[in-house]
């Protein structure tokens, strides 16, 4: 009940927004007569127009209207293509930093150019994200003539590219690129030495294509810049070859007679836990292996590291599975991102599963690294003035986007009607005959010439289906991590006469599948006729056969990703259909379906290929999917509530870098953070009004102090002797002047611009690797602080409690540091110069 009111709440308020938003379209094409009279140079020239605008008073929502019919006018004269007004729809979604719901095909790429123009015109960048360099490359240079023609200039940022190109591309008007080049780069700005060397401007508005694979699936392990430690490859080797010695229980629970093993796998939660007999084996081999003396416990805190290598090792052995969560290339262990299917190269997993997987793979075992600098893409993307995106798979995760990055999902209405057929999932009792239905139902649809999009969980299951259609001769494409260099080709070409495709879930998001193939069809308005004409009739043929059918090998772990796959037919209102096939010893059901349903569905099973239709298996997944969907969006809260914490101590620190880097002179800082550091420090060894008498030790204490600690001999008690009223605060006065003479002396002495640049240079290397540190020591408390609860503590408040006060340590080592390194470096010029500057001080 309370889920049909919430349902009908939000297509009201939906129904509500797009209802107000559609007189902005009205208003649009009641300007679009006026706008076609112009000639291409009025039409450029109003780009100047609209700035001058917005230095006179007004608003992006003022010019929205006439701005967006000037790009679509722009998009008829470069591409010959006319926006539909369900994409103005969308242009004023994405300007109202929200989610526009978009089906594939609507033509979302087209859309975004509206409210990118829109912005760029404020002068401040505008960064389009999309997923891989390929999409980005594409879009820049498909979109570049219509941009050219407004006069608004267009930068791509991909992997590889030098910090001058770079730079170019961030200096553009509009500049695509990827969401890990983005964070990258002001990661990377922010260990920089000087304002030149940095890439990324203020970073203002940000449009972010397939929003939902960026914010939710690749959400859940934060962006590090890391360098390595010593290597430790023996070690990894020798932790490897403990794990077949190390035997699997294989029930969480134990039973009457069971044998207990050393361990044991949470399928649900996807863990790995150590019985107690397992670590009482554990022990005894590290002994034996000499990694822990014979007297010593693997209980010390100092061994709790074997114990995390050793889970690290066996998730390698038992979670991680070749071909599905990683493929090996070049004698690297190379990741394949489970959402998305593609491979993420650069990228490593942490806590040394990624050094268990090379030791048990036999490859190269790279060092260990040490984090330099880490954020989350949430945290990221919160940066941005504003911030709106763009899917075909919005509205499952609408709670998420709202509840992270208060963004609403709008559900923009398709242009056509959608007519694809999205047939009942068909269950099987076990994979072989499930496998062979699959090929039975491919056989049917390639003797019709119907294109088939057939869509697996993983390379493993992929290539096993191209094997079997290679036995019995039939053509194919395989689209997986192996071969995503073909990727936008092979699923251009889907939907041509006969054709059949499989892929992973990476299924070409961003290129569409036009039925009849793209061979014949080109969005640029030059195409030429008789190319067209052959497309238009092979278009057709495809759609007397039924148009593109989709096969779901099996559901996947979110149902997003099954509706990802089904959206790939029925494309701009063309037919289509789509059938998921379902066994009972998929992994899905077989880790998250109770016994009773399956044995109950065992018992309705009279002929094993004939498959059951029964909702209780559609609900069983259903119930799955949401379970793990919810254990997903706990983890990704959980990073970002973590993360949360530090972002204050990273902006902080960011802030005090760019505060060093911009400023001409940091004497002023310097001579600031002296002046807290000697109060506290004169405050620690004598009162605030002196007895010479009683405090003649201390003071002793306190000039032997400011000799070793800072390299700074001062007659305090010349000065006491000669003025007995001195109190702590004025000593500490004198003290910080005489270090800002020692700092003028020496900037005299060596030349202001060459001090300046140095005391910088210092100043940001002692930050940063106190800052290094820092982030290790969080690291090392993250990792353990779940431990807490067995206190009765919370863990998220004793994180929160402890890393402050570890931040807080930090900034006062920072100015401690500071302090001591300045003062030995301005007193340690021992010349003539120096003895009469320092006489001239005593006296």
Same mark, same amino acid.
């Given at each position: 009940?309370?889920?049909?009111?919430?349902?009908?709440?939000?297509?009201?308020?939906?129904?509500?927004?797009?209802?107000?938003?559609?007189?902005?379209?009205?208003?649009?094409?009641?300007?679009?007569?006026?706008?076609?009279?112009?000639?291409?140079?009025?039409?450029?020239?109003?780009?100047?127009?609209?700035?001058?605008?917005?230095?006179?008073?007004?608003?992006?929502?003022?010019?929205?209207?006439?701005?967006?019919?000037?790009?679509?006018?722009?998009?008829?004269?470069?591409?010959?293509?006319?926006?539909?007004?369900?994409?103005?729809?969308?242009?004023?979604?994405?300007?109202?930093?929200?989610?526009?719901?978009?089906?594939?095909?609507?033509?979302?790429?087209?859309?975004?150019?509206?409210?990118?123009?829109?912005?760029?015109?404020?002068?401040?960048?505008?960064?389009?994200?999309?997923?891989?360099?390929?999409?980005?490359?594409?879009?820049?240079?498909?979109?570049?003539?219509?941009?050219?023609?407004?006069?608004?200039?267009?930068?791509?940022?991909?992997?590889?590219?030098?910090?001058?190109?770079?730079?170019?591309?961030?200096?553009?008007?509009?500049?695509?690129?990827?969401?890990?080049?983005?964070?990258?780069?002001?990661?990377?700005?922010?260990?920089?030495?000087?304002?030149?060397?940095?890439?990324?401007?203020?970073?203002?508005?940000?449009?972010?294509?397939?929003?939902?694979?960026?914010?939710?699936?690749?959400?859940?392990?934060?962006?590090?810049?890391? !360098?390595?430690?010593?290597?430790?490859?023996?070690?990894?080797? *020798? @932790?490897?070859? $403990?794990?077949? &010695? =190390? #035997? /699997?229980?294989?029930?969480?629970?134990?039973?009457?007679?069971?044998?207990?093993?050393?361990?044991?796998?949470?399928?649900?939660? !996807?863990?790995?836990?150590?019985?107690?007999?397992?670590?009482? *084996? @554990?022990?005894? $081999?590290?002994? &034996? =292996? #000499? /990694?822990?003396?014979?007297?010593?416990?693997?209980?010390?805190?100092?061994?709790?590291?074997?114990?995390?290598?050793?889970?690290?090792?066996?998730?390698?052995?038992?979670?991680?599975?070749?071909?599905?969560?990683?493929?090996?290339?070049?004698?690297?262990?190379?990741?394949?991102?489970?959402?998305?299917?593609?491979?993420?190269?650069?990228?490593?997993?942490?806590?040394?599963?990624?050094?268990?997987?090379?030791?048990?793979?036999?490859?190269?075992?790279?060092?260990?690294?040490?984090?330099?600098?880490?954020?989350?893409?949430?945290?990221?993307?919160?940066?941005?003035?504003?911030?709106?995106?763009?899917?075909?798979?919005?509205?499952?995760?609408?709670?998420?986007?709202?509840?992270?990055?208060?963004?609403?999902?709008?559900?923009?209405?398709?242009?056509?009607?959608?007519?694809?057929?999205?047939?009942?999932?068909?269950?099987?009792?076990?994979?072989?005959?499930?496998?062979?239905?699959?090929?039975?139902?491919?056989?049917?649809?390639?003797?019709?010439?119907?294109?088939?999009?057939?869509?697996?969980?993983?390379?493993?299951?992929?290539?096993?289906?191209?094997?079997?259609?290679?036995?019995?001769?039939?053509?194919?494409?395989?689209?997986?991590?192996?071969?995503?260099?073909?990727?936008?080709?092979?699923?251009?070409?889907?939907?041509?006469?006969?054709?059949?495709?499989?892929?992973?879930?990476?299924?070409?998001?961003?290129?569409?599948?036009?039925?009849?193939?793209?061979?014949?069809?080109?969005?640029?308005?030059?195409?030429?006729?008789?190319?067209?004409?052959?497309?238009?009739?092979?278009?057709?043929?495809?759609?007397?056969?039924?148009?593109?059918?989709?096969?779901?090998?099996?559901?996947?772990?979110?149902?997003?990703?099954?509706?990802?796959?089904?959206?790939?037919?029925?494309?701009?209102?063309?037919?289509?259909?789509?059938?998921?096939?379902?066994?009972?010893?998929?992994?899905?059901?077989?880790?998250?379906?109770?016994?009773?349903?399956?044995?109950?569905?065992?018992?309705?099973?009279?002929?094993?290929?004939?498959?059951?239709?029964?909702?209780?298996?559609?609900?069983?997944?259903?119930?799955?999917?949401?379970?793990?969907?919810?254990?997903?969006?706990?983890?990704?809260?959980?990073?970002?509530?973590?993360?949360?914490?530090?972002?204050?101590?990273?902006?902080?620190?960011?802030?005090?870098?760019?505060?060093?880097?911009?400023?001409?002179?940091?004497?002023?800082?310097?001579?600031?953070?002296?002046?807290?550091?000697?109060?506290?420090?004169?405050?620690?060894?004598?009162?605030?009004?002196?007895?010479?008498?009683?405090?003649?030790?201390?003071?002793?204490?306190?000039?032997?102090?400011?000799?070793?600690?800072?390299?700074?001999?001062?007659?305090?008690?010349?000065?006491?002797?000669?003025?007995?009223?001195?109190?702590?605060?004025?000593?500490?006065?004198?003290?910080?002047?005489?270090?800002?003479?020692?700092?003028?002396?020496?900037?005299?002495?060596?030349?202001?611009?060459?001090?300046?640049?140095?005391?910088?240079?210092?100043?940001?290397?002692?930050?940063?690797?106190?800052?290094?540190?820092?982030?290790?020591?969080?690291?090392?408390?993250?990792?353990?602080?779940?431990?807490?609860?067995?206190?009765?503590?919370?863990?998220?408040?004793?994180?929160?409690?402890?890393?402050?006060?570890?931040?807080?340590?930090?900034?006062?080592?920072?100015?401690?540091?500071?302090?001591?390194?300045?003062?030995?470096?301005?007193?340690?010029?021992?010349?003539?110069?120096?003895?009469?500057?320092?006489?001239?001080?005593?006296?």
């Amino acid at each position: 009940m309370l889920k049909k009111l919430f349902k009908n709440f939000f297509l009201n308020k939906n129904e509500k927004i797009l209802k107000k938003f559609n007189l902005i379209v009205q208003k649009i094409n009641s300007l679009e007569k006026n706008i076609k009279n112009l000639t291409d140079k009025q039409l450029s020239n109003k780009t100047e127009y609209f700035k001058n605008s917005l230095k006179s008073g007004k608003n992006l929502n003022d010019l929205l209207p006439e701005a967006f019919s000037v790009v679509r006018e722009a998009s008829i004269r470069i591409f010959g293509m006319r926006h539909f007004d369900v994409q103005l729809l969308g242009g004023i979604v994405l300007n109202n930093q929200s989610i526009a719901e978009m089906k594939t095909g609507e033509g979302k790429t087209l859309t975004s150019t509206l409210p990118a123009y829109l912005n760029s015109l404020i002068g401040k960048g505008v960064h389009i994200v999309t997923m891989n360099d390929y999409l980005a490359k594409r879009d820049a240079e498909n979109n570049t003539p219509l941009f050219k023609l407004l006069k608004t200039t267009v930068g791509l940022n991909i992997s590889g590219m030098s910090q001058k190109l770079k730079k170019k591309a961030y200096l553009a008007d509009i500049t695509y690129g990827t969401n890990n080049e983005y964070a990258f780069d002001y990661l990377k700005d922010n260990m920089v030495f000087h304002s030149k060397e940095k890439t990324q401007r203020n970073l203002y508005y940000a449009l972010i294509d397939e929003i939902d694979s960026i914010l939710i699936d690749e959400a859940r392990t934060p962006l590090i810049i890391s !360098n390595s430690l010593e290597n430790r490859s023996l070690f990894f080797l *020798k @932790i490897n070859n $403990i794990i077949h &010695k =190390l #035997k /699997l229980q294989k029930k969480e629970k134990i039973e009457k007679n069971h044998e207990i093993g050393d361990f044991y796998i949470n399928k649900k939660q !996807n863990q790995i836990h150590l019985t107690e007999k397992g670590l009482i *084996k @554990i022990e005894k $081999i590290l002994i &034996k =292996l #000499k /990694l822990i003396e014979r007297k010593e416990s693997l209980y010390l805190s100092s061994h709790s590291l074997y114990i995390q290598h050793v889970i690290a090792a066996l998730k390698a052995h038992y979670l991680f599975k070749k071909n599905v969560d990683y493929i090996v290339k070049n004698n690297s262990i190379v990741i394949v991102d489970e959402h998305t299917g593609r491979v993420m190269p650069g990228r490593r997993w942490s806590d040394g599963i990624h050094q268990a997987i090379e030791a048990k793979e036999k490859v190269f075992i790279n060092n260990e690294n040490q984090t330099l600098a880490s954020i989350t893409f949430q945290n990221y993307f919160k940066l941005y003035k504003k911030l709106a995106g763009m899917t075909g798979t919005a509205i499952t995760e609408s709670k998420e986007f709202y509840e992270i990055y208060k963004l609403n999902t709008i559900v923009i209405p398709t242009n056509n009607p959608m007519i694809r057929k999205d047939l009942p999932d068909l269950v099987f009792i076990n994979k072989k005959e499930k496998m062979n239905a699959i090929i039975l139902n491919i056989k049917n649809c390639v003797k019709k010439k119907q294109p088939i999009l057939v869509g697996t969980i993983s390379i493993e299951k992929s290539e096993d289906i191209s094997n079997k259609l290679k036995k019995i001769g039939i053509k194919h494409n395989v689209l997986n991590a192996k071969s995503h260099k073909k990727e936008a080709e092979i699923i251009a070409e889907a939907g041509t006469l006969g054709m059949v495709t499989i892929a992973t879930n990476m299924a070409g998001r961003g290129t569409d599948i036009v039925l009849g193939g793209s061979c014949y069809f080109n969005q640029n308005k030059n195409i030429k006729k008789e190319n067209f004409v052959k497309w238009k009739k092979n278009h057709n043929l495809v759609l007397s056969v039924g148009g593109l059918h989709i096969i779901g090998t099996e559901r996947h772990e979110s149902r997003r990703i099954d509706n990802q796959l089904c959206g790939r037919a029925g494309r701009q209102g063309d037919i289509g259909s789509s059938q998921f096939y379902i066994s009972l010893e998929d992994s899905l059901i077989e880790t998250f379906a109770s016994k009773t349903i399956i044995n109950l569905m065992k018992k309705l099973v009279i002929d094993p290929k004939i498959p059951i239709q029964h909702k209780l298996i559609n609900q069983c997944i259903q119930n799955a999917q949401k379970k793990i969907d919810m254990r997903n969006f706990h983890i990704r809260k959980q990073l970002i509530e973590y993360d949360n914490i530090i972002d204050y101590q990273r902006n902080t620190i960011y802030k005090q870098r760019n505060q060093i880097i911009k400023s001409k002179n940091i004497c002023k800082i310097i001579d600031t953070i002296a002046q807290d550091v000697f109060e506290k420090t004169i405050n620690q060894f004598i009162s605030k009004k002196i007895s010479k008498k009683k405090e003649l030790k201390s003071i002793l204490k306190l000039e032997k102090f400011l000799v070793d600690k800072y390299n700074l001999s001062i007659p305090i008690i010349q000065w006491i002797e000669k003025n007995k009223k001195l109190t702590s605060k004025n000593i500490s006065r004198r003290i910080t002047n005489y270090f800002k003479l020692y700092h003028l002396f020496k900037k005299e002495l060596i030349g202001k611009k060459k001090i300046q640049n140095f005391e910088k240079m210092i100043f940001l290397k002692i930050l940063d690797l106190l800052w290094i540190d820092h982030l290790s020591s969080i690291e090392n408390l993250q990792k353990g602080i779940h431990l807490r609860s067995y206190a009765q503590k919370d863990p998220k408040q004793e994180y929160k409690r402890e890393s402050f006060e570890m931040f807080i340590h930090l900034l006062k080592i920072l100015k401690y540091k500071i302090i001591t390194t300045f003062s030995k470096l301005f007193t340690n010029l021992y010349d003539d110069k120096n003895m009469i500057f320092n006489n001239n001080l005593t006296n």
